[in-house]
């Protein structure tokens, strides 16, 4: 007899065939972080019905908010997969928009050549950060926490020496970026009173959160590095054995999340017009909650890309959520604080189970 | 099989020496296909040291290494890896959060699909994985979707030994396999070991546990402080002889005598320890 035979008698929830079946969907390793949402997504959207929590631009309020969150979250967790951290992005997402927005003010280049001139810098900056781990064995939250202050100084510094100032204007350059990147969409259907809105009002950056989440699931769930990257922080000693190149996939990584938390920036500087340079120090925590409530494992080998988006989102409502309910607003921090712990504890539930899920059905 | 004169991997007076701290002295093994040599030695006596040597995480200071006959030289794991020497370390190499057929296929993904869009074929992982398991004998594993989390120390062992077989291991290096298990779990990789045996693998099963090694060994060699204590074949002694010799030539049954006439004469109470 093993422990999961054992379990699996022992537990209440095995018997009629019919809890069989929803016990495999809670054994699903994303069970919990949907679980999660679905009961924030319930508590705020009873709590905050007469504020218009539930309506299309409520909705947006908080979708808006996830979406830059979400883009940096997800690199973030693969990186926390692989066992490794990354807080520099708090300077990466300055470090993008003022990129951007002096190739082409100070510059005068091109909109995408500018996108593609920030996507270059962030990159640099994450194989610098790569690098570094990878060589020195420091371990990368003390790295990145130096890279984070080291690119926030440049940013401050260069900006300064280049364009002679700390807040750039990014004038609109063309319809095509603008829809891309910084705008905000609608989808109504049909007009008058029986107009139907789908969404209103969503920024750029949900759609490409969505696209980011859909290229990262392709990656960590169906392509082959998807296995590498989960081995490398399972037992990096031995993925590297088995012939996995763990450094040169850590410094890709590292460069992801750089690249992520600069189109963050770009997106927001496009949207704003403006661009500044004031570190983005709560991003670092946000981004961590959020992929810590997906379900991802602090210690590494263990996360998926909808739970991470699961996460998010249930971060995101929590965070704008209670601007439309009656609680005080100052309880904000205190409720994002019980969720954190609160989604700990459940994941590790969750994940038992899943590790404890036995073959024995016939 | 072919000719059995020719070891599979040989050592001829291997030296390792780190600095100025010599490690292992003139170390020289051999084992034959289908045959499982024990490497037997005290915590600190150089089996560490001595296995990745083998698998080419050391390189050794003086001496040489031969593959069928011919001079090798390891620069980094992979290589010894191609050449076909597979090492499993105590806890098998497996990652607990991944699924059977994942574990199994790590670093050597089965892909569909054509141009960069490759998919990990999972269902075809997952196959290979079960039936490969099952072949060596641990029947409880029937589905690949289930993380290797959830299986037992022996089950991951057996895991990985089949995974090293699957990929063609000539040269199995089993480091303390046994080492962390109970009875009846140590007796299931013990089968798995006499299973790669009757393929035809060459297995180097490094322990410290005499019965384990009495149980599968053909060859065994006794390793003290860097060098080779002694070198038999099995039968050749008795279990209370290797295990004095691994204890350093310290006789067992002196130290076991002198406890009994401690107590003796002083109403049943053990000695006070030596520090």
């Known amino acids: 007899m093993t422990m999961a035979d054992t379990k699996e008698t022992d537990s209440p929830a095995s018997g009629p065939a019919s809890s069989f079946s929803l016990l495999d969907l809670f054994r699903r390793p994303e069970a919990g972080a949907a679980a999660g949402f679905i009961l924030i997504f319930l508590f705020f959207g009873y709590f905050g019905v007469d504020k218009n929590f539930l309506t299309a631009l409520g909705s947006s309020t908080w979708l808006n908010f996830a979406s830059k969150v979400g883009i940096i979250a997800i690199p973030i967790a693969f990186l926390m997969i692989a066992g490794e951290l990354d807080i520099s992005v708090g300077a990466l997402i300055p470090a993008g928009g003022i990129v951007l927005a002096m190739s082409v003010e100070h510059f005068g280049f091109n909109i995408w050549m500018g996108v593609l001139f920030s996507f270059v810098v962030a990159a640099a900056i994450g194989w610098v950060n790569g690098m570094l781990v990878t060589r020195t064995q420091v371990p990368s939250l003390i790295v990145t926490l130096a890279t984070l202050f080291v690119v926030a100084g440049l940013n401050a510094y260069l900006s300064k020496q280049v364009a002679g100032t700390t807040q750039h204007s990014l004038p609109d350059a063309g319809v095509v970026s603008e829809f891309i990147l910084g705008d905000y969409h609608s989808l109504i259907l049909g007009d008058g009173d029986s107009a139907f809105t789908i969404f209103r009002s969503l920024q750029s950056s949900f759609f490409i959160w969505i696209a980011v989440a859909i290229g990262c699931f392709y990656v960590l769930h169906v392509s082959p590095w998807g296995n590498w990257i989960l081995a490398m922080g399972g037992d990096e000693d031995s993925a590297r054995n088995a012939g996995i190149p763990t450094d040169k996939l850590k410094i890709a990584l590292f460069m992801l999340s750089a690249m992520a938390a600069a189109l963050v920036g770009m997106t927001e500087a496009v949207l704003a017009n403006t661009a500044s340079t004031t570190t983005q120090f709560g991003m670092i925590f946000n981004t961590i909650i959020c992929v810590v409530v997906g379900g991802v494992l602090l210690t590494g080998g263990f996360g998926t890309v909808t739970g991470v988006v699961f996460g998010t989102l249930t971060f995101g409502i929590v965070f704008q959520g209670i601007n439309f309910t009656a609680f005080d607003k100052d309880l904000n921090m205190l409720f994002i604080g019980a969720l954190l712990l609160v989604a700990v504890l459940m994941n590790d539930t969750f994940r038992n189970l899943a590790t404890s899920a036995s073959t024995k059905k016939k | ?275």
């Open chain 2, 1 to 275: 099989m072919s000719d059995n004169k020719t070891p599979v991997l040989e050592m001829r007076k291997v030296d390792k020496s780190f600095g100025p701290i010599d490690v292992l002295h003139e170390i020289s093994l051999k084992v034959n296909q289908g045959e499982v040599l024990c490497l037997l030695g005290d915590n600190g006596a150089g089996k560490s040291t001595l296995i990745k040597t083998l698998s080419g995480v050391h390189q050794p200071t003086r001496g040489e290494m031969l593959m069928d006959g011919n001079p090798v030289h390891f620069d980094r794991p992979r290589d010894a890896q191609e050449m076909g020497i597979a090492t499993v370390h105590q806890f098998g190499g497996t990652y607990p959060l991944m699924s059977v057929g994942r574990n199994f296929f790590a670093g050597n993904e089965p892909t569909k699909g054509v141009g960069p869009f490759k998919v990990f074929d999972r269902q075809k992982a997952n196959r290979i994985a079960v039936e490969q398991v099952q072949k060596m004998g641990i029947t409880r594993i029937t589905d690949g979707d289930r993380l290797v989390g959830g299986l037992s120390g022996g089950e991951r062992q057996s895991l990985a030994i089949a995974r090293a077989v699957y990929f063609g291991a000539r040269v199995l290096i089993l480091d303390e396999p046994t080492a962390a298990l109970g009875v009846k779990q140590a007796a299931h990789v013990l089968r798995i070991v006499n299973e790669a045996k009757r393929r035809g693998l060459a297995v180097i099963f490094i322990t410290h546990q005499v019965m384990h090694a009495m149980a599968v060994g053909d060859h065994f060699a006794v390793l003290i402080r860097g060098a080779i204590a002694a070198d038999f074949r099995k039968g050749a002694k008795s279990r209370e002889e290797i295990a004095d010799l691994m204890a350093g030539g310290e006789s067992m049954a002196d130290l076991e005598a002198n406890i009994e006439g401690y107590m003796e004469t002083h109403d049943g109470h053990v000695p006070e320890p030596a520090h």
